[in-house]
């Protein structure tokens, strides 16, 4: 049985408003309502329950919160003091500054969950400090944006919430999950940094002293600590994910306040009015995208995809490079929020049917969809990077394209060598 014309409908309606720069929540709404329309049997109350009853998820929550966590660690002057304390501890390395760079985000993303606040804040310091050190464009902004990937692989993570949310899978196994990952890709980009920094012999500092790095590590100590706190209660079993975005938050907002003093009462304010700002319009993609739900059950997307590639292959392995493609070419011309409500209810049964573990394709989905904002056309970071630095956007793409290389052998690690994902879980009894 063939897709009816309501689809079709719906799928032109939707590619139109994308081609002509529409938000993605009103490509989404539009064409929802129009399949709905043409299809009928469709109650408008129904409609409105269902987008209204899709924010009312517990889940959702720790999204503002880690946000909120993100905009008070770049404002509070927490991003600086983990700087500094990686740079005391690698700056001394051929190439420090770039291995400062991975170092930095892997610890930043522990705190914020987004690639995007990994980008905005720590990465404009970061520039600063390469760029005064005489390292060239095409590295700095390489390996800047690659880190930043990483915001949203090492836990917490808002897009594994959403994708928890999406799949009906536990948010903080995903977390623990995404550690071995996350290590991976640290470590793909520090091999690239080394086979950089020997060809083009960057500059060499004194190493720190222990009395410069124990220094850096007393004025870091308290932003440091908050990954800690995070990881040890989610495994631990003391608070959920979304819990433990209410105690990032906290967290943040009293060591900004009454420890470093970096921020003021008032500017507490400005850090809602940010979140809101911010969370809204990934808010309106989730309400809207549940419309989808709709053209899936009447169009039964996902049991036909799984019957058509099923009857082609069986092979697990042709699955995942097939899976990758898919959401690679996704996460190239859509926001990451919309590409997983759109895409993980029709591959998720896919992926089950061939034996792929639910908790294994969530850190390929994210870790694709963050790849998909370094890669033009509508690379998120790309704009974030061109922007903040008043540079071409085509340069910044010039720059960043030779770094998807290790971001795409990392992507092949993490999806054909499951342990890397799953063995952190199953030691501490999560799987």
């Known amino acids: ?34 399949y709905a329309w043409l299809h009928g049997g469709i109650n408008n109350m129904a409609i409105i329950a269902k987008m209204y009853g899709s924010l009312n998820n517990f889940v959702l929550l720790a999204i503002p919160m880690f946000m909120a966590a993100g905009i008070v660690m770049n404002n509070g002057g927490i991003t600086d003091r983990i700087f500094n304390f990686c740079r005391a501890a690698l700056g001394h390395l051929p190439g420090g500054l770039a291995y400062v760079n991975i170092l930095a985000s892997f610890i930043f993303s522990g705190m914020s969950g987004s690639a995007l606040a990994d ?117 631990s079993g003391y608070f959920t994910p979304t819990e433990a975005s209410c105690v990032a938050v906290t967290y943040a907002l009293f060591i900004c306040l009454f420890v470093y003093r970096n921020m003021k009462p008032i500017n507490v304010w400005e850090t809602i009015d940010n979140t809101v700002a911010g969370i809204v319009p990934a808010l309106s993609i989730v309400s809207a995208a549940t419309l989808f739900g709709w053209v899936l059950q009447f169009e039964h997307l996902g049991d036909k995809l799984v019957a058509g590639i099923t009857a082609i292959t069986m092979n697990k392995y042709l699955i995942l490079l097939l899976i990758n493609i898919i959401y690679l070419f996704m996460g190239m011309v859509l926001d990451s929020t919309a590409a997983m409500l759109l895409m993980v209810p029709i591959l998720q049964p896919l992926a089950i049917q061939v034996g792929i573990h639910p908790i294994q394709l969530g850190v390929i989905t994210v870790l694709n969809m963050m790849i998909g904002l370094m890669t033009p056309p509508y690379g998120s970071s790309l704009f974030m990077l061109a922007g903040s630095t008043n540079t071409d956007f085509k340069k910044v793409v010039s720059y960043v394209v030779p770094w998807l290389i290790p971001m795409f052998i990392a992507l092949a690690v993490v999806t054909y060598v499951p342990g890397v994902t799953l063995t952190l879980p199953k030691l501490v009894g999560m799987l």
């Open 1 to 34: 049985m063939g897709l009816s014309f309501a689809f079709w409908v719906y799928l032109i309606i939707f590619v139109v408003f994308l081609a002509f720069g529409a938000p993605i929540y009103v490509a989404l709404l539009t064409s929802g309502l129009a």
């Open 119 to 235: 980008v905005g804040g720590l990465g404009n310091i970061e520039i600063k400090a390469m760029r005064d050190e005489g390292y060239d464009e095409a590295t700095i902004f390489g390996i800047t944006a690659a880190s930043a990937t990483m915001g949203p692989i090492v836990p917490p993570s808002i897009p594994m919430v959403i994708y928890g949310s999406i799949a009906s899978v536990s948010v903080g196994t995903l977390f623990i999950a995404g550690i071995g990952p996350g290590v991976v890709i640290g470590i793909i980009l520090g091999i690239g940094v080394y086979l950089v920094a020997k060809r083009k012999h960057y500059q060499v500092h004194q190493k720190a002293t222990m009395k410069e790095l124990l220094t850096c590590t007393r004025r870091s100590f308290w932003a440091l600590l908050l990954p800690v706190i995070i990881l040890g209660g989610i495994m």
